[in-house]
């Protein structure tokens, strides 16, 4: 079941935003394993993989739109921070409190998370398991400049921390 709502919430996002292969005839497809888990140098207890959009290795081109799989190690923060894109997050596994704004909750399998964008928030892995979770962030209006890295702030120190 939660696969199927997986796919309900890509499609629905797709929704949003066109999602086709680019002109130069890339593939409209991709696997998580034939794409590599990457971090910031400095801070290895979060891991992502953007399958749709983005600029690394492996995934479907598109411009208005990145979709992909986030992991957060056994007991690890990942300390308050925004960005010009909103967010969605669908937990797959794991638990993890989370603060959006000024709402802290606790998030398990089957959650969805909306991040307006701008909004600071944070993550904080409550378990001896990885959280992973499907997340997105789309350009509203076709804006692209939302995914700048300089959109990007943490408002938190980043924690000393074991990771992946």
Known sequence: MKYKLVA??????????AISADESGARNWTTADSVPWV??????????????GGDGKG?????????GLLQ??????????????????????????WTVGQETFIAESGTTIFIPANTVHRMTNLGELPVTAVWAWWAPGGDQSVFD???????EAIPEQSGF
């Open 39 to 52: 971090s910031n140098e400095g801070f290895n207890a979060i891991r992502w993989k953007d399958l749709l």
């Open 72 to 97: 957060i190690a056994p007991r690890a923060v990942y300390p308050g921070h925004r960005h010009a894109a909103p967010e969605v997050y669908y937990i797959l596994s794991g638990k993890a409190q």
């Open 149 to 155: 890295p300089d959109a990007y702030e943490f408002t």
């Open 8 to 17: 309900y919430v890509a499609f629905c996002l797709g929704c949003v935003s």
């Open 59 to 67: 995934q479907i081109p598109q411009k208005d739109l990145r979709f």
